[in-house]
Each structure stands twice: as C-alpha cells, then as structure tokens.
C-alpha cells in the first residue's frame, strides 16, 4: 500500500525555523520527482519546491528562495523541507507529493502528482 506520512509541522514564531518530514512506504522514492505544496486559508494549493528523480532539477517559489531547502534520504525513503526564517505569510498546510512534473522554470504542478500526505499544519505567528 502506498503511502505518505508527514510530520514536523507546528507553531513557530517569526524567524524560526521547521523541518517537514514525509516518510514514504509501499515504494521507494529513488525513482521519482517529490514536490511540497501549501495551502494557505482561502488560497489556492501552490507549488513550494520540488526535485527531480535524479536530483539534477530543484524549484523553489520565489517567495520561499534562500530560506526553504528540500531533500531526499533514499536509505530512509523520506523527502523533507527545511523552512528558516520563517514569516505570518508561510502559515499553511503544507502537502508532500510524489510521482509528478518537475519543471525548472514553473516547478510542481499539482495535477500531476498521484500521491499525496495527509498534510501539516504550519503556523507561523509571535
């Protein structure tokens, strides 16, 4: 069975710091484009951050550039997202996502992806 299993969301105040974590199980993560949306109250789902398979393509939206870092640990099938300095403006649910795009100049699309973590929550406030 497939599945994704986020963690390491909370609150956080302004400035601080998170690491997001989507443990993999059902297939291993060598193989394909991982990705991290968010959706904000009353947004749209956007595309934070994605890497390709072979680790040669990595996006960032260019509100998160120079403070969000994504990775892979194949040995622990599990993708993450390191947030620093963190702003009110990143509060949301944040998603892992794998088998989809990722494209250089546009990133994740969310209608690629197949799978999906159930989501966790970041809040960003003082």
């Known amino acids: 069975q497939v599945q994704l299993v986020e963690s390491g969301g909370g609150w956080v105040q302004p400035g601080g710091s998170l690491r997001l974590s989507c443990a993999a199980s059902?297939?291993?993560?060598?193989?394909?484009?991982i990705a991290w949306f968010r959706q904000a109250p009353g947004k749209e789902r956007e595309g934070v951050s994605c890497?390709?398979?072979?680790?040669?393509?990595?996006y960032y939206t260019d509100s998160v550039k120079g403070r969000f870092t994504v990775s892979r640990d194949n040995s622990m099938n599990t993708m993450y997202l390191h947030m620093t300095n963190l702003k009110p403006e990143d509060t949301a649910v944040y998603y892992c996502?794998?088998?989809?795009?990722?494209?250089?100049?546009?990133?994740?699309?969310?209608?690629?992806?197949?799978?999906w973590g159930q989501g966790t929550q970041v809040t960003v406030s003082s």
């Open positions: 890497i390709s398979a072979k680790n040669d393509i990595t």
């Open positions: 996502a794998v088998e989809g795009l990722c494209l250089a100049d546009s990133g994740p699309r969310e209608y690629d992806y197949v799978y």
């Open positions: 059902g297939f291993s993560l060598d193989y394909f484009q």
